[in-house]
């Protein structure tokens, strides 16, 4: 039976009858920087508990609403930050979505973008590691992690041995800022990931940049770029050879949208043909690469029609590329049930949901 036909014969079932639900990006929180001090050694405590540090505010913008980035309902009833309260997010995500598993991205992405003062990023991120194990890996099983590490490639080697072992970390967070994560310097963090198994995440930070221009000026142009910088760091991947290295490691582009995938597959493809002879450690076409080694997360979801969709998947040549993700507790937040239309054929929903992350998670 074809996709149309799918379509048509109105093949489809409820999310809530599918064999289950694996969330790719959840935002837990931190309330406050203080929440790192039992973490941190004593060098550093003082910076925040004495002389009152924050990460830097990059962005200028607010955005849907005053003062918040979150959806309303996802404010615990003390006032503290969205996504840092665990009961409300297995309330609000878990039980009420009968989620097999989240996993668990944070936002905590300055210590990986950091310019300089490395010794106290690195300190933050060992952190904020130590901090998401005690206050939320341990508290459900159905909790997944993500190991945030410094820029300072030495130390997020040693941080990935660190954290390895842990049964739920699954994953290395790469946040994208204004700098390209496949340059050679970078390789050893691939390598210390590929060693343990683990998967490598790249999300969007506050410090994305875009070529063209300056920081844009409005969100609106902001939110709307950032594809580009996905295709940077995906172009830089497989140019710099980062899968010829590593030919099993699995790589999640997380928030960037999958609508660009086919095109990019199919300009790299065009380029390489002509100009492979430059880059001769890339053995394979482009598009063998993001067939194999890269997922791309269903949120923010476009408004495409269930055909639209359906040609997107085609134009890739597999059903296995694609990830759901809710974006919780962000004011976008897309629920399992609402984010895949009902017309998509079953099999192809119960990939999205479940089946893509199990195989790319080994779970």
């Not at 597999?318 to 809710?326: G, K, L, P, Q, R």
């Amino acid at each position: 039976m074809t996709i149309g036909q799918d379509i048509e014969n109105g093949n489809n079932r409820k999310v809530s009858q599918l064999k289950g639900i694996i969330d790719t990006d959840v935002h837990h929180e931190i309330r406050s920087t203080r929440d790192l001090l039992p973490y941190l050694p004593d060098q550093w405590k003082r910076y925040i508990a004495e002389y009152g540090w924050v990460p830097e505010r990059s962005i200028p913008f607010n955005q849907i609403r005053k003062a918040t980035k979150y959806r309303m309902d996802a404010l615990p009833e003390d006032g503290s930050t969205p996504g840092s309260s665990f009961p409300l997010l297995k309330e609000q995500l878990l039980d009420k979505h009968n989620m097999t598993h989240a996993v668990l991205t944070g936002w905590f992405y300055e210590a990986s973008v950091a310019k300089g003062w490395y010794e106290f990023a690195t300190a933050r991120a060992s952190a904020y590691n130590d901090y998401t194990i005690e206050h939320w890996l341990e508290k459900d099983k159905r909790l997944l992690g993500s190991i945030t590490i410094s820029r300072d490639v030495q130390a997020a080697v040693r941080e990935i041995e660190r954290m390895a072992a842990h049964p739920q970390m699954v994953q290395v967070m790469l946040p994208i800022g204004d700098f390209a994560w496949g340059e050679p310097q970078y390789h050893p963090i691939f390598e210390a990931a590929n060693k343990h198994g683990l998967a490598i995440a790249m999300h969007l930070s506050a410090s994305i940049t875009a070529q063209g221009g300056d920081f844009l000026r409005y969100y609106v142009a902001w939110r709307s770029v950032h594809p580009q910088a996905y295709m940077t760091q995906t172009i830089s991947l497989i140019t710099n050879g980062v899968f010829d290295k590593y030919p099993a490691l699995k790589v999640a582009l997380v928030e960037g949208g999958f609508e660009w995938v086919p095109f990019m597959m199919h300009r790299m493809d065009s380029a390489y043909k002509a100009l492979r002879q430059e880059t001769p450690w890339v053995k394979r076409m482009p598009s063998d690469y993001f067939r194999d080694n890269m997922r791309f997360t269903t949120q923010p979801w476009d408004d495409l029609t269930p055909q639209q969709f359906l040609n997107i998947v085609d134009m890739m040549g597999s059903e296995d590329m694609i990830m759901y993700a809710s974006d919780y507790p962000h004011w976008d937040f897309d629920p399992p049930e609402r984010t895949i239309p009902q017309q998509i054929p079953d099999r192809l929903k119960q990939k999205i949901l479940f089946e893509n992350a199990r195989d790319f998670y080994r779970l």
